[in-house]
């Protein structure tokens, strides 16, 4: 195969950086017009403010703001805790037999599947609502803890646990197998380091360190995240792509600017996180 | 001006990568051609119908008795598109966008989203008078000539006509409460065991005690008035205010959608639920979704009647082939199927007794309705519906009131 030219190669990473930043960019400048009634219709003589001034002014898009992060935040620490938890109880065995080709099934499934897979366990009416029931715990429905349609947004938490801790279950695998993680825990060992020493001071710190980069780019897709909390959310509070769907698409087309208020200012709080992330990678590059 | 400089510049953006797709040839008006020249430029074309699709009888009837129907007849290929209350901000978008051709070419709507297009100019029309089904409609019933108080002129033909029941399973509630008292004082008396959903059959139930809370039922008849629905909608709040502890989950959340509500009624979780549609629940009992003993009833102090309309899109590609799509969903063919309670239960649009022979002897002879009033019964406790800014408003006022948006 040959080799691309210098001239090439900044050609491909121009038109590279061109398509993923131009995509961004002109999204954040749509979603601003937007937001202030420009490329409307009907179209406008001035430019509205009301989207950013209810934006400013009511609660609704800090505590819808606070609680996807909240969720996404109580997701990802469960996920990772349990993954850990498991590659520590399992190590080898999760490369061996039925549990290694099992881990790539909750990979499959789409988000609407799994948040039906959701609704039929977790329900008032699920399948562990039934069970509950069966042996008496439970004498009816409204008895059972509700985990749907529940403001705190246990029915979202769970299922998408389901989703992600084989997810990265396989990833700590992996990462532990190219660190050499096992010769790397034995020499701790060796040099004094108890079990728990050597996994909290060595094990962990590692994996999670190699593997963050992925775990940010999870909680990305776990914040935007919009099937689950539709179908399992409650009506209130609900998650950012469901408030921002609801206010660009609803009845009421006089919420489109507030709505795209919101995709903008969400859009720049992820730009704003990416350029200090890509500043701290960059710091720490030339650190010496 | 810089603000202008930008919305110029990006018009302009858009503008040429719509040019980049190319101008497409411009269309004939169909209402210049006999009904013969609509039905022949319709054959061969593809009509894409957004329509609500969450009741699977509306689905089948749609999929398995229209669409063949319109494709052996026609050669016209329906396709129907999932959509609902985003039909305005779906078109709202094309035309933003400056799109020449809609992607739809025919919408189910009423009240609020016919309002909204019409302010946007997005429908096509008047054009209901060049169906030739159109003779047939009962045009004098003011529930079909008037949509939530607003003129139809032509600009959507009516389709079916429906009235806001509640449901209850008769062995779980043997005495259904009957007027909005009567429900606050079962809903105290049984915690957790009601609800309605946010959308909507929800927001059509709560316009119902809006009227049914009054002493006058023409409370919100005519044009928006802004101290009249503020009054309403207090005495409508101070009443959901009183039940809101025993709601279901506490009234700290509600189902999203009728469908989810119908599911929870359906499992147990809740003793009612409510249609829009008076023929549902003798489908859904059918269907096995509800329990045998479900049957609907209207409260006493009346509940919302209205009818539902087809639209064809101002700028829709296929303008003749939707033409000939919606004369046939008029037809007594079509609208005598659509009304058999197994089938959806959805009420005719067209004046019986102006059907040729031998519609109106079928349609007196449709079977019976087994767990709902008959029409007739309901008529007296149809309420007319209110302007649509009467639900624009309630939507955002309950939003803030209720569920602290």
């Known amino acids: 195969m040959r080799a691309s030219s210098p001239t090439e190669g900044r050609l491909w990473l121009g038109i590279y950086t061109l398509a993923c930043g131009g995509s961004v960019a002109l999204a954040l400048l749509l979603a601003l017009a937007r937001s202030v009634g420009a490329l409307s219709w009907p179209p406008r003589a001035t430019f509205d403010g009301s989207g950013w001034s209810t934006l400013f002014s009511s609660d609704g898009w800090w505590l819808t703001l606070a609680y996807s992060f909240a969720l996404t935040a109580i997701t990802l620490c469960l996920a990772l805790a349990l993954a850990l938890l498991l590659l520590i109880a399992l190590g080898p065995r999760l490369r061996r037999g039925w549990l290694a080709r099992a881990l790539f099934l909750p990979l499959a499934v789409p988000p609407v599947v799994a948040a039906l897979m ?12 039934r069970v509950s029931h069966a042996i ?3 004498h009816m429905p409204a008895q059972f803890p509700s985990l749907v349609f529940d403001p705190a947004g246990r029915g979202i938490v769970l299922t998408h646990l389901a989703m992600t801790t084989p997810l990265f279950l396989l990833l700590f695998d992996r990462l532990s197998d190219h660190l050499r993680l096992p010769l790397l825990m034995s020499q701790a060992t060796a040099l004094g380091a108890t079990r728990r020493q050597a996994w909290l001071r060595v094990g962990l710190p590692l994996l999670l360190h190699q593997a963050r980069a992925v775990i940010g780019v999870y909680g990305l897709a776990l914040l935007g995240a919009y099937e689950l ?3 399992l959310g409650a009506s209130h509070p609900s998650m950012l792509s469901v408030t921002i769907q609801r206010a660009v698409a609803g009845y009421d087309l006089a919420q489109q600017p507030f709505g795209y208020a919101m995709t903008a200012s969400y859009l720049l709080l992820l730009l704003t996180g990416w350029a200090w992330y890509s500043l701290r990678l960059g710091r720490a590059a030339v650190r010496p | 001006m810089k603000a202008l400089a930008l919305r110029g510049a990006l018009s302009g953006l858009l503008a040429l990568l719509m040019a980049c797709g190319g101008a497409p040839p411009p269309d004939v008006d169909p209402r210049t051609l006999s009904w013969a020249g609509i039905e022949h430029a319709a054959r061969g074309q593809q009509v894409h119908l957004a329509m609500w699709t969450g009741d699977a009888a509306i689905n089948r009837y749609m999929r398995e008795f229209i669409a ?5 007849r026609y050669d ?31 919408v189910w709507i009423n009240g609020e989203t016919f309002y ?19 003779a047939l409609v009962d045009w004098h019933n003011p529930r079909i000539a008037r949509d939530f108080q607003q003129e139809v002129d032509g600009y959507e033909a009516p389709w079916g006509t429906v009235q806001l029941l509640l449901i209850t399973d008769g062995a779980r509630v043997p005495q259904p409460p009957r007027d909005p008292a009567a429900l606050a004082a079962w809903i105290i008396g049984h915690p957790g065991r009601f609800t309605f959903d946010t959308a909507f059959t929800g927001l059509g139930f709560m316009k119902s005690l809006m009227i049914g809370l009054s002493d006058d039922r023409a409370v919100l008849d005519g044009p928006f008035d802004e101290a009249r629905y503020v009054a309403a909608r ?16 506490a009234g700290e959340t509600f189902p999203r959608d009728v469908a989810q509500l119908h599911q929870l009624f359906a499992n147990g979780e809740v003793d009612f639920t409510m249609s829009m549609n008076d023929g549902e629940v003798d489908n859904k009992v059918a269907s096995g979704l509800f329990p045998a003993a479900a049957h609907a009833y209207a409260l006493d102090s009346g509940t919302l009647a209205n009818s539902h309309y087809l639209g064809i899109v101002a700028r829709a590609p296929h303008k003749a082939a939707a033409m000939v799509v919606i004369n046939e969903l008029q037809s007594a063919e079509a609208q005598y199927e659509k009304q058999r309670p197994a089938v959806w239960g959805d009420g005719t649009v067209l004046d019986i007794a102006r059907l040729p022979v031998p519609w109106p002897a079928r349609f007196a002879t449709l079977p019976g309705r087994e767990r709902a009033p008959s029409r007739e019964d309901l008529a ?3 309420l007319a519906e209110p302007s649509p800014q009467v639900m624009i408003r309630l939507e955002r006022d309950f939003r803030a009131r209720f569920l602290a948006d």
């Open chain 2, 380 to 382: 007296s406790r149809a």
């Open chain 2, 68 to 72: 063949p129907r319109v494709r052996e």
């Open chain 2, 76 to 106: 016209i290929r329906l396709e129907i598109v999932p959509a609902a209350g985003d039909i305005p901000a779906l078109l709202a978008n094309e035309l933003s966008a400056g799109q020449p051709r809609s992607h739809l070419d025919v």
């Open chain 2, 234 to 249: 207090d005495r409508l709040f101070d009443w959901l205010r009183a039940v809101q502890p025993a709601l279901w989950r």
């Open chain 1, 118 to 129: 959701g609704f039929v366990l977790l329900s008032d009416s699920g399948l562990l609502s």
């Open chain 1, 229 to 231: 909390p539709l179908l």
């Open chain 2, 116 to 134: 909204k297009l019409r302010q946007l100019d997005a429908l096509f029309g008047p054009f209901t008078r060049h169906l030739p089904n159109d």
């Open chain 1, 136 to 138: 008496g715990w439970t």
